[in-house]
């Protein structure tokens, strides 16, 4: 079965630094993998996805993600992190098994300091 | 462009009374419909998704039911309560058929719904 897994729940950077949010995965067959962002008592808001092709795939607000085939890993990152940055991070997999839905991580909650 | 809608914002409702949430989507045609939820601000959990008017897949057999009486209508119903219904529920839609596998799903809103 598909799977993802965010080991940390929390990460905390300073504004200005770099920053990764980590998100492993496991799959049969090809991986379709996504970053949502959430802002409190909002929906979830799409920020990147990997369907194929270049490893390193750009999305929303400077962020960016790498997937490495050989870890299983598709780890979020940003050059530099910004105080509006802070908010719940959540890696996705698409479901092959079930039609089209998306497989959650259980979120890391992103904290950017001033 | 696309729009997703849901309603209402906000429910508070007593252990056994009804529930019904709606959403509906603008601006495309047969969406696959998704409603998740998700609780204490993590971890979502898929509850049902449609690829098409009265098709209906369920992932929780709880006390919950969905239904899609229009093209981009979802709606969440339940007869009964539970205090474990309490969470924060989520539609979502996504490109119709095997695209959206590799589309991303969009989001709306969501509803706050705290059972008492």
């Known amino acids: 079965a598909q799977s993802v897994a965010q080991p940390e729940d929390q990460v905390n950077v300073a504004e200005g630094n770099p920053l990764t949010v980590k998100c492993t995965y496991s799959v049969s067959g090809n991986p379709y993998l996504f970053w949502y962002v959430q802002y409190p008592n909002r929906g979830l808001q799409f920020l990147l996805k990997?369907?194929?092709?270049?490893?390193l795939v750009k999305g929303s607000y400077g962020f960016e993600a790498e997937f490495n085939k050989s870890q299983t890993s598709f780890h979020l990152k940003k050059p530099s992190a910004l105080v509006s940055d802070s908010a719940l991070y959540f890696c996705a997999v698409s479901d092959h098994q079930a039609g089209t839905a998306l497989i959650f991580g259980k979120g890391t909650t992103l904290s950017v300091s001033s | 462009s696309q729009t997703i809608h849901q309603w209402p914002a906000t429910l508070v409702q007593p252990v056994g009374s009804p529930l019904s949430l709606e959403c509906t989507v603008e601006?495309?045609?047969?969406?696959?419909l998704y409603w998740y939820r998700q609780a204490a601000g993590r971890g979502l959990q898929l509850l049902f998704y449609s690829v098409g008017i009265g098709q209906i897949s369920s992932e929780v057999p709880q006390n919950l039911s969905a239904s899609r009486p229009q093209d981009r209508q979802f709606i969440l119903s339940s007869k009964k309560l539970l205090l474990s219904d309490s969470g924060f529920y989520l539609c979502?839609?996504?490109?119709?058929?095997?695209?959206?596998?590799?589309?991303?799903?969009?989001f709306g809103p969501g509803t706050r719904l705290t059972v008492l």
């Open positions: 979502a839609w996504s490109t119709d058929g095997l695209a959206g596998l590799y589309n991303e799903q969009f």
């Open positions: 990997y369907i194929t092709g270049d490893n």
């Open positions: 601006g495309t045609s047969n969406p696959n």
